[in-house]
């Protein structure tokens, strides 16, 4: 397996556009989570699906983030409209409970 | 809610042993794992820890006591590649998956 592949690496928005990001996770793997990391706030979970059903989207931090999980093999995490304090880099990362796998992140930067 | 505490930085020399000490306060605790997170890339698992004790996965260790709430990852005979921030990750089954801790910087000098 590739592991779990994130697009885009990197993404520069303006502010006020949308954003999606995408996240193909291990196949096979039950649990799949969205984090995002910044310098000031560290790796903070956002949300995650169990056999594609969000369990806990506490972390989300407003209304603009939402995310989907449609099918075993695809998640998006959409940020509608971006603001600059968004920038973060973005992991996914599926599991089977314990370990995780993560991705190599989304850098996104919104000016 | 949940907090852990770990600490910001350590230096060690290579060949050196090094400690990395966490601590942590959840209601519902399941088990304590640990990231290792090189400049630029993304956090790979390390180990894992739910019941008490010490394990091992060669030059790197895992200790956790419930009681005292407190876990560490011992790292043997250090090398150069092992300069990563690590993180110390509980998990609690009121709360969701896991929490992570802010990371400590290791950086290992010749």
């Known amino acids: 397996d590739a592991g779990v592949i994130q697009s885009p690496r990197h993404e520069v928005t303006e502010m006020g556009q949308e954003v999606t990001l995408r996240c193909k996770p291990i196949?096979?793997?039950?649990?799949l989570f969205w984090y995002r990391q910044t310098m000031m706030r560290g790796l903070e979970l956002l949300i995650y699906?169990?056999?594609?059903?969000?369990?806990?989207d506490s972390g989300m931090p407003e209304d603009r983030f939402s995310a989907k999980m449609p099918n075993a093999s695809f998640s998006t995490l959409k940020i509608q409209p971006s603001e600059p304090r968004d920038s973060a880099v973005y992991f996914c990362?599926?599991?089977?409970?314990?370990?995780?796998?993560f991705g190599q992140g989304t850098r996104l930067t919104v000016v | 809610g949940q907090s852990l505490e770990q600490p910001s930085e350590v230096t060690a020399v290579e060949g050196a042993i090094v400690q990395i000490n966490c601590t942590y306060q959840?209601?519902?605790?399941?088990?304590l794992s640990w990231y290792q997170q090189h400049d630029g890339g993304a956090p790979t698992f390390l180990s894992y820890?739910?019941?008490?004790g010490l394990e091992e996965t060669g030059r790197f260790s895992s200790f956790l006591s419930r009681s005292d709430s407190y876990g560490y990852l011992l790292l043997q005979e250090l090398q150069m590649k092992d300069s990563a921030s690590y993180f110390c990750a509980v998990d609690a089954i009121d709360a969701g998956k896991s929490t992570f801790g802010d990371g400590t910087t290791l950086t290992v000098k010749p």
């Open positions: 699906f169990n056999n594609n059903v969000p369990i806990d």
């Open positions: 990362a599926s599991s089977l409970y314990p370990e995780a796998f």
């Open positions: 959840t209601s519902g605790f399941y088990g």
């Open positions: 820890n739910a019941l008490d």
């Open positions: 196949s096979g793997h039950d649990y």
